[in-house]
């Protein structure tokens, strides 16, 4: 990769750094033997695709095709649907300027891709050849986390929407792509009321990657009021999905795997490693007591689906749609999805991190009631969440991957450290 075409003196720090280095990333893994030029540039090189970078190549959130005004302005309309009246404005002014052709105003900078090599393999032959039909990707660039990958949106020539595809690159990205797979095969043998899931499109492997493409969920319709009562159905529809099951909490298979991902956690992080040791073995701590002092609670288990979060969903007309299905697990405490989507409910919203979890935790029986948690269980059960939920951010280590919450010691860890000692 050798340039992209943007006015921009200077590379910006901080997020629009990192977003620069990704989206540089990206494009070598997905056009491998490409080259970036500014247009007018590289006359003796083949041009593979062009992208405009929205938006702009130094902030890049999207990177939608040229080749046709229909399918770039499609790519923006139909990618998701923005939170707040001043997202949706934004993003139907862009796509009408990318329809319209006058979208120089708006979108300045462009990414031109390419080649000496007239048969290069690139991402756009391999999902045409896979699902049989001709398209256009466009590619979103995500904010810092561990489990950033590549998630491209297709489209046919008409500007349809065909599926979206993810590309697990790494060893935690690629297993957790397959868990996806996993996850959506499994969900299509059981018969759903509540909500709608995506379907495999497309699962396997393309120049070491793994890959999964799954149909697209109508996110661009406008959203419909939800009901707390709808959503809480659709959450028990998913616990119930591979089953139920009860039993004491120390004698569970959830504690078994907990208890082996704990371990595991502790031996991946070596003494005097710093701050993530000190967590590490703060964790460890708070869930062997939390175990102890619950040990004979009599738990039901059912199936989570991992990370039911507001970005997650889409209430529209006729339908509850999810998406994201990478964390589905059978078998932890009932309600965990209701205890995460509330934590998350307000850290979007704007919410001091710490202050959201002790404001969940407070709010555990009344978050729990439709699942009909046992009487007096309902803070244990929002104590284990939090267990969990730290062992997954410190095994994707998390902070290191610079994700905004990556490090659970400065809001989660002293919340739980405190419920725990109080119980």
Request: include cysteine; charge should be positive.
């Amino acid at each position: 990769m050798t340039a992209v075409d943007t006015p921009a003196t200077q590379v910006a720090t901080g997020d629009a750094q990192l977003r620069g280095q990704y989206l540089r990333e990206v494009l070598e893994l997905l056009y491998p033997g490409c080259s970036t030029a500014a247009p007018g540039q590289g006359r003796k090189a083949r041009s593979v695709v062009e992208y405009l970078a929205i938006p702009d190549a130094r902030r890049c959130k999207l990177l939608v095709p040229t080749a046709s005004r229909r399918v770039a302005a499609a790519a923006v309309r139909r990618f998701s649907e923005p939170q707040g009246r001043i997202g949706r404005l934004k993003r139907d002014a862009v796509a009408m300027a990318l329809s319209s052709g006058a979208w120089t105003t708006l979108v300045r900078d462009r990414v031109r891709l390419t080649s000496t090599d007239s048969g290069g393999e690139t991402v756009d032959r391999y999902l045409s050849e896979a699902l049989g039909t001709p398209l256009h990707v466009s590619i979103h660039i995500g904010p810092a986390r561990a489990n950033r990958k590549p998630v491209l949106q297709l489209l046919d020539p008409r500007g349809h929407t065909i599926g979206f595809a993810k590309f697990g690159v790494g060893p935690l990205t690629r297993r957790l792509v397959r868990a996806e797979a996993a996850a959506l095969s499994a969900l299509s043998h059981v018969r759903m009321s509540e909500i709608v899931v995506p379907s495999i499109l497309h699962a396997g492997q393309w120049r070491g990657l793994q890959v999964l493409v799954q149909s697209a969920l109508p996110v661009w319709q406008p959203r419909m009021p939800l009901s707390p009562a709808r959503l809480h159905r659709a959450m028990a529809e998913v616990a119930g999905a591979c089953g139920l099951s009860q039993g004491w909490l120390a004698t569970s298979p959830y504690w078994a795997d907990l208890r082996n991902r704990l371990c595991q956690l502790v031996a991946d992080t070596p003494e005097g490693s710093g701050r993530a040791a000190t967590e590490v073995a703060q964790l460890f701590e708070a869930a062997r007591a939390l175990v102890e002092h619950a040990a004979e609670l009599n738990l039901r288990y059912g199936t989570w689906h991992g990370d039911w979060a507001p970005w997650n969903m889409a209430n529209v007309a006729g339908a509850l749609l999810v998406w994201d299905w990478e964390r589905f697990t059978p078998g932890v405490p009932l309600g965990f999805d209701a205890v995460h989507y509330d934590l998350q409910r307000q850290i979007q919203a704007g919410v001091d991190a710490q202050t959201a979890v002790e404001s969940t935790v407070r709010q555990a029986a009344a978050l729990l009631e439709p699942f009909e948690v046992a009487p007096g269980s309902a803070e244990i059960v929002a104590l284990l969440y939090l267990v969990d939920l730290a062992t997954r951010y410190l095994s994707d280590r998390q902070a290191e991957a610079g994700a905004r919450l990556g490090v659970t010691g400065t809001w989660l860890l002293p919340v739980l450290i405190r419920k725990v000692r109080s119980l």
